[in-house]
């Protein structure tokens, strides 16, 4: 299967001149990883790139090999020379290279001990891997767990607990003082720039109001601007004074400006509300005697830095048990990859010689000429008598716990010298839904029929090309193509697909033999700006991917401003969170099955958007010559929705549309009625034809045809011949 | 059966004491989430204690030693789980839950028979002064354990040392709250239940007031409450002096409780040790 390798440079093994060189741009990334990934060994990869470190991670089929390849390859993609980075490069493998991930998410390899923002960088290199298809579900499940390590480690411990910053630190005592600071006011005096940012960590930290002062009045009303403050003049501070619970104060005064007997006054006068004084002045500008009041503190920026300083050695202690926490998760995610190689190994060995056997003891019989079964049976007895016992050390040796040995090397070495080929079954599209889908029929095969089912990830073209809108790339069924031809070569099994990536002509020998109950056919609305749909103000940006979804949204709504949205639904949904769009249209049966329904912001209605052909249904497609799969999956086809999609497609056919032209139809059976609805239309929206039929359930693509005669007759005719030219086909 | 229940709940609030001990240290949540289950338990199994003793002696049963103490423990108990709760303050039960531990094992070494009812308190009174002053006592218990954690925690602000306990503390405004919070609930139950004492003893002993030991030590609790009350309202005392106030205020309350009864003889003494 595999070893995990990571190969990289920090702040520890590299000057700064190094790393910059070595570091991958976001906009580089997709590139990078392709080519990261074109290595003969490398299965997956992801490449974690920040101002401390460069690491590449990947599966690599053998770990010396794949080392070696990643340092070629960023060798080869900075133009270092390899004797030049060589030196630089650290490198680990298997349990080595878990391990290094997790203390690196936990920020126990981090310059500051702790530091927050790695755990984010490590998700953004995830994010990209999964964006670009170079996440398979090893380095999947790897990443997940390591994000989990990295959480326990901050709840469990206190690497990353205490304010190791000045400003931080600052704040953390006011919350210590007054818990909550929405109903305090903090008064900033002068302008040094480590007051102002604590300042700024305080408004952050929800501090009701600012009042800042400065020997210069211009100056304080511009800062007051820049805080959303009041400006106050500076001979106005003992005034004002009393109503600041939080005072920061950076002058250059050469003495005290506020002295214990003015805070002995001003807390008299606010009846002992405690007040905290923060002094990063030198020299000093509160008297530090004035600490001495009661329900007064005063901290001046030596005794923050002695806070910071108690806080960063406390962060030493609490890094021992990170360690802990690490040591024991490694030892968990070595079981999970353990169990992950050797049960699938086992079968494959057992399948392979079994079939081994079996030819051979037709053979045998046929040479021996002998049609008694007590022959036959004699034969085959020995022959597996002789298979169990030949097995049965190398089975024992894999099934025993890995004490101390590597067991992926063990699993490596007996797929070698058996020459046992890699895991085979069936295939999906790359991403979480596709891997949903197909996980769910392998879940209800298995469990309906007892079958072992193993998934194959296909990455398809489609995927890879992420800046052109579906409806331009290489005609219809992009996703399909490739996965239908594993299926003829007989690289997998079966094949799931969501039935409206299926175009209406299936290739000479394949077939679907089962159409599962659909899902929620409606379109979601996803929008963190909007309410619903009818709420988008006019020109607002929407996102989809889809010409059937523009055509019918742009028709109710002509002002919008619709753009392509490609990627995967995590992808997508990311760019809409970043605010690159103000909202986003997605398929409601996507989101619910990967449990993201909390995402949905409204459902469309279909009489506002009438769903894609055979939208929600997963289809199930197999070699027509395979009787044996037919019949383990033919349970899984639900009458309903097959005759309904049926309809839909017979429409889809006669049109003659792909994917790629407007083009839309739901179907309902009521009784042994199909009642169909249609859809063509403008990519503009400027014209959208609707109409529907009813038929009855003996002859669902007829019902399909004749509504698609009634709305070419009605000028879809017209529609299609001008988008099919547009699309230029 | 409720002697059973009434002394078995003492293993819940020791385990519920150790959970949020266990907690403090640790701060895994677990511990005072459990803490708080056990808590909750030991208090429904404390109350339904009383109830069947209720039920069987035909009167409210505090009138003897192991009788109060345990009482207290379970006023103690419930007051602290509803502070716990509408603050989300888990790091009081490792200051409190512990008070009504103590109370309770301390009952649990005494003999926990039914006794019968002294005909002087034979009375509609009995239930409506003591509960009155054992709520208010137990919420002034509860202002002692966030009176203690506030002076913990002010030390290490104002000397600026922080350790272990400031990240495990709350913050110095909250712990005040508490303490103004139970202030205002407790004061009002200790005077009522001083005045129904009052009224009672005109009824049985024939004078409102006779400066019997428990009577002076009330008094002298009462000034104490009122003075901190009275400063607060008028010139804001707060902070590292209410808290010292609500703790030697306690010690008041513990005394005028236990240390009357148990020293000093007088009137009130139904629940020495000696019976």
């Keep these: 299967m595999g070893q995990i390798i990571i190969i990289g440079v920090n702040h520890r093994t590299a000057p700064v001149e190094i790393r910059e060189r070595l570091a991958f741009p976001p906009e580089a990334m997709g590139r990078a990883l392709r080519g990261l990934l074109e290595k003969e060994s490398l299965k997956e990869g992801v490449i974690l790139s920040t101002c401390n470190r460069v690491e590449v991670c990947s599966l690599a089929r053998q770990g010396f090999l794949g080392t070696a390849e990643v340092k070629e390859f960023l060798a080869a993609y900075h133009a270092i020379p390899s004797e030049e980075l060589n030196g630089y490069l ?7 290279a878990v391990k290094h991930m997790f203390r690196v998410a936990s920020s126990l390899d981090s310059m500051v001990l702790g530091e927050p923002q790695i755990l984010g960088q490590v998700k953004d290199a995830y994010g990209y891997g999964a964006e670009f298809q170079t996440i398979g579900p090893i380095l999947d499940k790897f990443f997940a767990k390591t994000f989990s390590v990295a959480k326990r480690v901050r709840t469990e411990t206190r690497v990353a607990s205490s304010a190791v910053s000045v400003s931080y630190a600052a704040v953390e005592l006011a919350r210590k003082i007054f818990g909550e600071l929405s109903d305090k006011t903090a008064m900033l005096i002068g302008a040094g720039e480590m007051c102002e940012l604590a300042a700024r960590h305080l408004l952050s930290a929800g501090v009701r109001g600012i009042m800042v002062t400065n020997r210069t009045f211009e100056r304080a009303v511009k800062l007051a601007e820049e805080f959303g403050g009041t400006p106050i003049r500076f001979d106005e501070l003992p005034v004002h004074l009393k109503r600041a619970d939080i005072v920061l104060s950076s002058t250059g005064a050469p003495h005290f400006i506020i002295r214990k007997h003015d805070v002995e006054e001003v807390i008299r006068i606010r009846k002992n509300r405690p007040m905290f004084f923060i002094d990063m002045a030198v020299p000093r500008d509160i008297d530090p005697d004035a600490n001495q009041v009661d329900n007064v503190y005063v901290y001046d920026i030596d005794d923050l830095n002695n806070v910071i300083d108690l806080n960063l050695e406390e962060r030493q202690k609490e890094a021992v048990k990170a360690e802990e926490i690490v040591e024991e998760e490694v030892r968990a995610f070595r079981r999970w990859l353990d169990a992950q190689q050797v049960t699938p190994t086992i079968i494959t060995l057992r399948r392979k010689y079994e079939e081994v056997k079996n030819v051979e003891v037709a053979k045998a019989v046929s040479m021996l000429g002998a049609e008694d079964p007590k022959t036959r049976k004699v034969v085959e007895s020995l022959a597996s008598s002789l298979l169990n016992k030949i097995l049965h050390a190398p089975i024992a040796s894999l099934k025993k716990d890995a004490d101390g040995r590597n067991q992926m090397e063990l699993v490596a070495l007996v ?88 175009p209406t002509d299936l290739p000479d020998g394949l077939t679907i033999v089962a159409i599962t109950r659909r899902e929620d056919p409606r379109d979601a609305f996803l929008s963190v700006k909007y309410r619903s749909f009818a709420e988008l103000p006019r020109g607002a940006k929407l996102g989809t991917s889809s010409l059937r979804r523009q055509t019918q949204l742009l028709g109710l709504r002509p002002d919008l401003s619709v753009e392509s949205l490609r990627g995967n639904l995590d992808t997508r949904i990311r760019k809409m969170e ?23 912001t409204q459902y469309i209605p279909e009489e506002m958007s009438l769903p894609a052909i055979g939208q929600g249904a997963l289809g199930i497609e197999i070699r027509s010559d395979d009787p044996d799969t037919r019949e383990a999956v033919s349970f899984l086809n639900d009458r309903e929705t097959a005759l309904a999609v049926r309809a839909e497609r017979g429409f889809l056919k006669r049109l003659e549309g792909g994917c790629q032209v407007p083009i839309a139809s739901h179907g309902r059976v009521e009784g042994d009625k199909i009642v169909l609805q249609g859809m063509v239309g403008r990519p503009d929206g400027s014209e959208v034809i609707r109409g529907s039929a009813q038929g009855s359930i003996s002859d669902p693509e007829a019902l399909g045809v004749v509504l698609a005669e009634q709305l070419l007759g009605r000028g879809a005719m017209k529609i299609l011949d001008e988008v099919y030219r547009a699309a230029g086909s | 059966m409720h002697v059973l229940l009434l002394k078995a709940t003492t293993a819940f609030y020791l385990v519920g004491s150790v959970l949020y001990l266990y907690f403090i240290v640790t701060l895994k949540e677990r511990g005072a989430r459990l803490g708080r289950m056990f808590l909750m338990a030991g208090v429904v199994l404390h109350a339904a204690g009383f109830a069947l003793r209720y039920a069987e002696a035909g009167y409210t049963p505090v009138t003897n030693l192991f009788e109060s103490l345990s009482f207290f423990a379970l006023t103690i108990a419930g007051a602290f789980l509803v502070v716990e709760i509408r603050y989300n303050l888990r790091t009081l039960g490792a200051f409190v839950a512990p008070l009504a531990f103590a109370f309770s094992i301390f009952a649990a070494f005494l003999p926990g028979e039914v006794a019968g009812l002294a005909p002087a308190l034979n009375s509609y009174w009995l239930p409506i002064h003591v509960l009155l002053l054992f709520i208010g006592d137990a919420v002034f218990a509860v202002a ?68 019997d030991p ?6 002298i609790t009462w000034l104490l409450y009122a003075a901190l009350l009275h400063g607060r309202l008028t010139v804001g005392w707060r902070g590292r002096k209410a808290a010292i106030l609500a703790i030697i205020g306690f010690c008041a309350v513990l005394f005028t409780f236990l240390g009357v009864n148990l020293l000093l003889p007088g009137l009130h003494s139904y629940s020495n040790l000696s019976r």
């Design chain 1, 415 to 502: 797929r070698e010298i058996f020459d046992l080929p890699e895991a085979s079954g069936r295939t999906g599209r790359g991403s979480k839904l596709a891997l949903w889908q197909a996980e769910f029929v392998q879940s209800e095969i298995e469990r309906k029929t007892g079958r072992k089912v193993g998934i194959t990830r296909i990455k398809t073209t489609g995927d890879m090309i992420l800046d052109v809108p579906l409806a331009r790339v290489g005609g219809k069924g992009l996703f399909v193509k490739e996965i239908e031809e594993a299926l003829l070569s007989g690289q997998i099994d079966l094949a799931v697909h969501s039935m409206k990536d299926v």
């Design chain 2, 214 to 219: 428990k009577e002076t030590w009330s008094l």
């Design chain 2, 144 to 211: 002692f354990g966030a009176g203690i954690m506030y002076l913990l925690q002010e030390k290490q602000v104002k000397s600026k040392r922080m350790g272990p306990l400031f990240r495990r503390l709350p913050s110095l405004e909250v712990l005040d709250e508490i303490n103004y919070r139970c202030l205002t609930i407790g004061f009002p139950l200790l005077t009522m239940g001083i005045i129904t004492g009052s009224i009672w003893a005109e009824y049985a002993w024939g004078s409102y007031w006779s400066w």
């Design chain 1, 578 to 600: 970043e605010g690159r769009f103000d909202a986003i249209i997605l398929a409601a049966a996507g989101l619910r099955r990967l449990g993201w329904e909390s995402k949905i």
């Design chain 1, 90 to 96: 650290y490198h680990y493998e298997g349990d080595e």
